[in-house]
């Protein structure tokens, strides 16, 4: 909640303040926390994309601000972008250029996705515009992605995907679950218990083999994802992967043949990975 201090209060982007008992004043608001921050110019971005951060906080400076305070927020952006790595010269070409008359164009034929190569995938772009192709383009990898999440990881049970339980004698159970691996665990033990074989092979298993032990507490997780389908084809994979398990045929979908090269493929390049 905020609160109004100094006759002052943020609401979303904007500081309303009261310059007298009937009046207001309207700026941007930025928290406290925020650091001025925008894509660089330095950045692998299409220019358009550069132009359009100005553009965005030039705009909100024009709608947000009253009179008494453009100035000082235009002020503001100048000295923010230049510390992104902007010229004078261009914030201030796009500052004082005049909105675009709206050309009446024709619907685009369609829409193509690049990855923005400067140079290569513009100059693409250029031909397919002239074709009335429209292009989106797409940044390469961020360092983001090369870099590992600095969050604490979540206890890796509170996800869904596909998972491996241990019989002792040495034979396994491929499963897959839309909710938590934790509470699928739990759904097995209780079959078990309640000695309920039609409900899971785990249980099944269990009861025809009594002095076997299941490695409940071994669970293995082998592919998180919640994809309906990628969690039905990855189950299917670990099954072919698995001899040995204890999993019964008419519960999961059959794999299609054309796995099974690859499959082999994969595994041969394991092993040599392995030897190495
Ligand atoms: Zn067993």
Not at 35 to 52: A, V
Not at 69 to 79: F, G, V
Not at 194 to 199: C, D, R, V
């Amino acid at each position: 909640m905020e609160c109004e201090i100094n006759g002052s209060l943020p609401i979303l982007d904007i500081l309303i303040s009261k310059t007298d008992s009937l009046n207001f004043s309207f700026s941007v608001y930025r928290k406290p926390t925020h650091t001025d921050r925008y894509l660089n110019k330095l950045s692998n971005h299409h220019p358009c994309q550069k132009i359009g951060v100005i553009k965005t906080l030039f705009d909100r400076a024009k709608k947000v601000s009253d009179p008494t305070h453009l100035d000082e927020e235009l002020q503001h952006l100048r000295m923010s972008l230049q510390a992104n790595g902007y010229s004078l010269l261009e914030i201030n070409k796009v500052f004082s250029s005049k909105p675009k008359q709206l050309r009446e164009k024709l619907p685009h034929l369609g829409m193509v996705f690049l990855p923005y190569i400067g140079g290569v995938t513009d100059k693409i772009g250029r031909i397919l515009e002239r074709n009335n192709i429209k292009t989106i383009f797409i940044p390469t990898k961020k360092i983001s992605e090369f870099l590992r999440s600095p969050k604490d990881p979540l206890d890796p049970l509170t996800a869904s995907g596909v998972y491996k339980i241990l019989c002792s004698c040495g034979l396994v159970y491929i499963g897959t679950t839309k909710r938590s691996f934790l509470s699928r665990r739990k759904e097995h033990m209780r079959f078990c218990r309640l000695n309920q074989p039609e409900k899971s092979a785990i249980a099944e298993h269990a009861l025809n083999n009594l002095s076997d032990d299941i490695l409940f507490d071994n669970m293995k997780i082998l592919s998180r994802t919640s994809n309906f389908y990628v969690r039905l084809q990855r189950e299917a994979i670990e099954i072919y992967k698995h001899p040995n398990n204890i999993n019964r045929q008419f519960d999961n979908i059959c794999l299609n043949k054309a796995w099974h090269l690859v499959l082999k493929h994969l595994e041969f390049l394991t092993a040599e990975v392995n030897l190495k």
